[in-house]
């Protein structure tokens, strides 16, 4: 389980294909150790396995991924290529706050980024999503976007509007995004099962 609040941002290094199996090679200041091997860590909110760590630097650490085919084909990952920012946020532990709301990092789908613009104190972000996901939606309800917490302040046919504040642009890879780029998203784990 995760909040969608982002502890840090990591450059993807190197993608590894061997035989259609992946591996993603982070560049990384995220803390972890050498027990943290085969934790969770949610990866531009898609939940992954940490399965090697290579100390770099004092801060930097290379963090190895194996990726299946299946989470690329539903997540964005598929689309990132060598130099990209991605969040990341390791695993709840008992004890910890909530912050943001309850994510699984089980990516629902991708979302196309219809516009980006700057609003005084905010960035405003329209996401075109899938309609039949739209039942999963409610006004001033949660979603995460690449596996950031946030609050939907509109929705509009097949698109929603997020409002990203300076601190969530600044220690997340938002300020990298464009026009026409795909997110991933998740919609809201109690939304999803109300409706079930």
């Given amino acids: 389980m995760f909040t969608g609040i982002i502890q840090s941002t990591a450059k993807l290094n190197q993608i590894v ?52 085919p299946e989470t690329l084909k539903i997540s964005s990952l598929q689309n990132k290529g060598v130099g ?28 196309k980024i219809l516009s980006v613009s700057k609003n005084k104190n905010s960035w405003i972000f329209w996401i075109k999503f899938k309609s039949k996901f739209k039942k999963y939606l409610v006004s001033k309800g949660s979603i995460a976007i690449n596996g950031v917490s946030l609050t939907i302040n509109e929705i509009k046919n097949s698109s929603i509007r997020v409002d990203i504040i300076p601190h969530t642009f600044d220690k997340t890879n938002f300020k990298f995004l464009k026009k026409n780029m795909d997110v991933n998203l998740e919609y809201d784990l109690l939304m999803k099962f109300l409706k079930k």
């Fill in 84 to 111: 990209t920012i991605l969040n990341l946020e390791k695993s709840l532990k008992f004890g910890d706050e909530i912050a943001g709301h309850f994510l699984q990092g089980h990516v629902d789908d991708t979302g």
């Fill in 17 to 68: 294909n061997k035989n259609n199996n992946y591996t993603f090679v982070l560049e990384s200041n995220l803390r972890l150790i050498k027990k943290d091997i085969g934790t969770s860590i949610a990866i531009d909110g898609v939940c992954l396995t940490l399965t090697k760590i290579q100390k770099q630097s004092e801060s930097k650490k290379k963090l190895f991924f194996n990726i299946s």
